[in-house]
């Protein structure tokens, strides 16, 4: 089917409808995603890092020739040395003068000693809580736990203590469902995160971190690729993945206690539009069926051009052939 402008033959009479104005529009929408840093795990026995906050639409409405400022949030880094607490991650979001779109940095996981101080974060999703044995001067913050944002993510677990009297941590809530909760002889494994195909293929983000545990008990799971797991030992639980927005894992506990936590996984944000013409600039482009992608794995500007968003309007006589 065509559009066809006619002659007009003597005594001929042009059906209703097709003369006058046709007008034409491009893009003047896109599909965004936009993921926080995720959240560092906590140290000593400590809760996953809760992951970063996971915003997603479609059909938002942008104007031509217009930058868009991106910023993509670094994951929480971990306390570095021992004794020092882990951080929450930081903000993703598109903005200008008329625009704010923002996701929240994932909470950080709770820590030694179980006091006020060390409390898990709040974020996104929340960081996991650890425990302490009952009677201890710390065990009043044994159930708390990192609250999650609502929209973003969901609320971190909590520790526990085992049957056999080993402390445990939970797990750092994530985009998909909250953190689990320390149970029997197991800290709490990492909530799970959601799954977008914006980027052209899905892909999984903003996982929360499992929680550590302490020797021998069983440390909680993250989700692979996305965030950390906790660890049973003296070791650092893992890293939330780069451009996932996953928790950290919770770090374990045996002598000689010289163990950090791990840190969050950085953000990322995905623009896309439809069509195969790219009619803006800004992050890494690329053209999966039927549309364009900008993703940005870094601070950038997404810049619209003229053609963006213009609208065509053509006058005249016209038939459907």
């Known amino acids: 089917m065509g559009i066809r402008r006619l002659g007009r033959p003597a005594g001929y009479n042009y059906p209703i409808g097709l003369n006058g104005l046709i007008t034409t529009t491009s893009n003047t929408v896109v599909d965004y995603l936009v993921v926080a840093g995720g959240g560092s795990g906590g140290e000593y026995i400590g809760g996953g890092g809760g992951a970063g906050g996971f915003r997603t639409a479609s059909g938002y ?3 031509t020739t217009t930058n868009y400022t991106i910023v993509v949030g670094a994951g929480g880094a971990n306390g570095s040395t021992s004794g020092v607490l882990g951080s929450n991650g930081s903000n993703s979001g598109i903005h200008n003068t008329s625009t704010s779109i923002w996701s929240t940095g994932g909470g950080r996981g709770g820590g030694f000693p179980g006091s006020a101080q ?4 709040d974020g996104g999703s929340g960081g996991a809580g650890r425990s302490w044995p009952p009677g201890s001067p710390f065990f009043i913050e044994a159930n708390q736990r990192g609250v999650g944002t609502p929209g973003e993510g969901n609320n971190g677990g909590i520790g526990g203590v085992s049957p056999g009297g080993l402390v445990l941590a939970g797990g750092g809530g994530g985009a998909g469902g909250a953190g689990g909760a320390a149970s029997g002889s197991t800290s709490g494994s990492g909530g799970p995160g959601l799954t977008s195909s914006l980027s052209g293929s899905p892909g999984t983000y903003s996982a929360g971190g499992g929680g550590g545990a302490e020797g021998p008990a069983s440390a909680g799971n993250g989700t692979p690729g996305v965030s950390g797991n906790g660890t049973p030992n003296n070791t650092t639980g893992g890293s939330g993945g780069t451009n996932t927005g996953g928790g950290g894992g919770g770090t374990g506990l045996v002598p000689p206690y010289v163990n950090v936590g791990s840190s969050g996984g950085k953000g990322i944000v995905i ?4 069509g195969s013409t790219q009619q803006a600039t800004g992050g890494t482009i690329s ?3 039927n549309y364009v992608v900008h993703t940005f794995t870094g601070d950038g500007t997404f810049a619209t051009n003229s053609d963006f968003g213009q609208t065509q309007t053509f006058s005249g ?4 052939n």
């Open 61 to 63: 409405s942008v104007a």
């Open 118 to 121: 060390y409390r898990a974060g």
């Open 271 to 274: 623009i896309r539009y439809a």
């Open 287 to 289: 053209t999966p069926s």
């Open 317 to 320: 006589n016209y038939s459907i």
